[in-house]
């Protein structure tokens, strides 16, 4: 090629090739300066604090929805005893027997103890189940049957549950304790 010649001279082809490898791989990392601790803190909280603000108003919206009149815990469980059984009061260490259904916020629902063929059985306070649902239970005699709001840092947070349950869910529990063990 007569252009080619031109313009590299006589260089020969593996020279070239070196060349041009070599000044197109510049592996020259340019500096960057890193961002602020401080700033990025402060994005991150005023960020977990808008997250939070939207879900409490989403679960006040649908409490004033259904009319609800519900009782809050300090980590920000919502509940309302339904209707109040016999049996003696939950505590830690001893089987709960549940009969449950969950429910997304939009009142969809997404697991059951009809649907799963029997109820929840778990110890309370060894973990298996959301926190949540461990401090709602601790609330309950044996016979009562309540409703739970979970918002989703006491159900599954961030992740979710990775099946019906999406990222940030919060979530409601219409339980029964039936039995303690």
């Avoid at 919502?78 to 549940?98: E, L, M, N, P």
């Avoid at 709602?136 to 006491?154: C, K, M, N, W």
Wanted: aromatic share 8%; with cysteine.
């Amino acid at each position: 090629m007569p252009g080619m010649k031109a313009c590299f001279g006589y260089f020969p082809l593996s020279v070239m090739t070196v060349f041009l490898v070599l000044t197109a791989c510049d592996n020259r990392v340019e500096e960057k300066p890193l961002p602020d601790p401080g700033r990025l803190q402060e994005a991150f909280a005023t960020s977990n604090r808008q997250l939070i603000e939207a879900e409490e108003e989403a679960i006040n919206d649908f409490v004033i929805r259904y009319g609800w009149e519900m009782q809050e815990t300090g980590s920000g469980l919502r509940y309302r005893i339904t209707s109040s059984g016999d049996g003696a009061r939950a505590s830690k260490g001893q089987t709960a027997v549940v009969d449950y259904t969950v429910y997304l916020l939009t009142g969809d629902p997404v697991y059951s103890a009809e649907n799963e063929g029997e109820p929840m059985i778990f110890t309370i306070g060894r973990g298996g189940v959301v926190s949540g649902l461990e401090e709602a239970i601790l609330l309950l005699h044996e016979g009562d049957q309540a409703i739970f709001i979970l918002p989703s840092h006491l159900a599954y947070g961030l992740p979710g549950d990775g099946k019906s349950i999406p990222r940030r869910a919060t979530i409601i529990y219409e339980v029964e304790l039936l039995e303690l063990i």
